[in-house]
Nanobody, 115 residues
Framework: QVQLVESGGGLVQPGGSLTLSCAASGFTFSSYGLSWARQAPGKQRELVAA???????NYVDSVKGRFTISRDNAKNTVHLQMNSLKPEDTAVYYCTVGVSGMNYWGQGTQVTVSS
């Protein structure tokens, strides 16, 4: 079955950096696009970055120039490099993929940006 396991979250000061990773299994990784989404307390979940199977990337305006999504097809892993972090980036970050008409989500990893 499809499994997505996120890691790399934590507490970081404003202006700092973190790299999130998502290890995927249960599907042909190289054939699918994947995304990162986040949900802050009291807010709706939002997609922040996506990468197609060919490597084309897209970002929500609030993270453009600061976040970079990448994929390693040899390791079935997708990463989210986050730089110049702001307190408003605080959220639970999720990896997600659509396979055979169903959306799958990982368990999430907490990112807290605070001094």
């Amino acid at each position: 079955q499809v499994q997505l396991v996120e890691s790399g979250g934590g507490l970081v000061q404003p202006g700092g950096s973190l790299t999130l990773s998502c290890a995927a299994s249960g599907f042909t990784f190289s054939s699918y696009g994947l995304s990162w989404a986040r949900q802050a307390p009291g807010k709706q979940r939002e997609l922040v970055a996506a990468i197609t199977r060919s490597g084309t990337t897209n970002y929500v305006d609030s993270v453009k120039g600061r976040f970079t999504i990448s994929r390693d097809n040899a390791k079935n892993t997708v990463h989210l490099q986050m730089n110049s972090l702001k307190p408003e980036d605080t959220a639970v970050y999720y990896c997600t993929v659509g396979v055979s008409g169903m959306n799958y989500w990982g368990q999430g990893t907490q990112v807290t940006v605070s001094s």
